[in-house]
């Protein structure tokens, strides 16, 4: 199988099953925030963001690790999951310990830290089944990813159901987190040792200095990504209330809930990309260079589209009780379109060994977005959450594309203008297009608008004879 055939079937492949998963996800949130209401999702997305600050801790970047040196060498799958395998056990049981301590020293009621403790069970299960995923991806099988995510979240969605019916609240709805969690692990394991890897447990310290060396600037950025995708929702529980963390979640779910699409196609290019780097640097510009492209003019439609139909989206699936949260979604959907961007970026860095940039970059916008967070959310609430998102996300975007353009891998700036410029036309014409037929069915409009989007980009030639030749290579 070609190398572009290979990564457009795991892209399609992981593009399939995260569309089935954040489906699954999706309703089981919408279900949530509508039977807990906003105060009672509140908590719940608290809790959720609480224990996945804390999550990232034990990892120490072993996923991306695992991916590029295992894509590289396939032979070393056993003696990197072996190791990490213990490694985790040790640095999960502290990690559990601190976010136990930590959630009873803030003082919240104990219903909330009810939840935090069951939620942090799920996190733990949740270590040991991303060593399992790494590997799949480095072997390019992303199908068994795509299958685990759909078995966990189908365990969710028939579990709140169960939820509702009982009327177990809150708390039933956090049991189901760890329930799916352990179905997932014992998947994720049996999957794992059966057709990829037998880990060969074991202590090598000189092995576990070097992983840890190596993997310390991927965690690091794991770490400051998600203190500022999770800090928003913690802050705004400390300085406004479980109302707002509701609110600001309803559109934050659904903005974020559209990370499959970068990170299915990056899931699919990581481990080749970084095969690349080793073999083929013309090649690896290349593919580069695509992905850019193509995230950007999908990132674009996404944007437009949704600033225009958030009312309607919002309405449609929470309903009047969170009508305010159209303008948080409004806000949020450019934050998505800059991470479409930033993850092409990342993917490159990583893929050539400079993953310190990346550590560097999200450091110094985490400490940002915890700046403006505290600045903003006092006078504007979940809105100002969200503006300072977006702002973290574009400067994110800007920062690592500035390094990238002083790099052998730049972009030749006619390409730029030209994408920016035949994209932003596009853009502009489907925007008329929904705000001029607004009225008619939201389904029919989402079609109309993205078939003329995609129709204006082809005929300004957006995409040239080389996308067009992969299009047909692949048919």
Not at 200 to 221: C, N, T
Not at 268 to 278: C, D, G, H, K, M
Not at 282 to 293: H, N
């Amino acid at each position: 199988m070609s190398t572009v055939r290979r990564i457009t079937k795991n892209t399609l492949v992981t593009i399939a099953g995260e569309i089935a998963g954040k489906i699954l996800t999706l309703v089981f949130m919408i279900y949530a925030a509508r039977y807990l209401q906003a105060e009672g999702f509140g908590i719940l997305s608290f809790a959720l963001a609480f224990t996945g600050i804390f999550g990232i801790f034990p990892d120490i970047g072993f996923f991306p690790l695992i991916v590029r040196e295992v894509a590289r060498d396939k032979s070393a799958a056993s003696k990197y999951v072996g190791n990490i395998v213990i490694i985790k056990v040790v640095l999960v049981a502290g990690m559990f310990g601190i976010m136990c301590l930590t959630i009873n020293l803030m003082g919240y009621p104990h219903q909330t830290i009810k939840a935090v403790y069951i939620l942090g069970l799920e996190a733990v299960l949740e270590a040991f089944s991303m060593i399992f995923r790494a590997t799949f991806q480095a072997f390019e099988k992303l199908e068994y990813i795509s299958i685990g995510k759909i078995l966990k979240n189908s365990l969710l969605i028939s579990g709140a159901f169960f939820i509702m019916h009982k009327g177990l609240g809150l708390i039933g709805f956090a049991v189901l987190y760890p329930l799916a969690g352990s179905v997932s692990l014992f998947y994720n394991l049996g999957i794992g040792v059966k057709k990829f890897v037998k880990p060969k447990l074991e202590i090598d310290v000189k092995f576990w200095r070097w992983i840890m060396k190596e993997g310390a600037p991927f965690w690091l950025s794991d770490i400051f990504w998600v203190i500022y995708f999770s800090v928003d929702s913690v802050m705004l529980s400390i300085i406004v209330g479980d109302v707002a963390v509701g609110l600001y979640n309803a559109a934050y779910k659904l903005v974020f809930a559209l990370s499959f699409i970068p990170t299915a196609l990056i899931a699919s290019i990581f481990p080749v990309t970084s095969r690349l780097y080793t073999s083929s640097r013309d090649t690896l510009r290349f593919a580069w260079e695509k992905s850019f492209k193509y995230l950007f003019i999908i990132g674009v439609a996404i944007g437009v589209g949704t600033t225009f139909l958030a009312d309607k989206i919002i309405l449609l699936l929470y309903g009047s009780e969170y009508a305010s949260s159209a303008i948080a979604l409004k806000i949020l959907i450019w934050a998505e379109v800059a991470l479409f961007l930033s993850i092409a970026l990342i993917n490159l860095l990583n893929s050539i060994n400079r993953q310190i940039i990346v550590t560097k970059v999200t450091g110094t916008l985490a400490i940002l977005n915890v700046i403006m967070n505290l600045l903003l959310i006092p006078e504007y609430s979940y809105v100002g959450a969200s503006i300072a998102t977006v702002i973290t996300e574009f400067l994110s975007f800007m920062f690592l594309f500035s390094w990238i353009s002083r790099s052998e891998y730049r972009l030749p700036n006619r390409n730029i203008l030209s994408i920016v410029l035949k994209t932003g036309f596009a853009g502009l014409t489907m925007g008329g297009f929904i705000k001029y037929f607004g009225n008619i069915n939201v389904g029919i409009l989402v079609i109309l608008s993205v078939l003329i989007y995609f129709a204006i980009i082809y005929l300004l030639r957006g995409f040239d004879e080389t996308d067009m030749n992969m299009i047909r290579r692949l048919f």
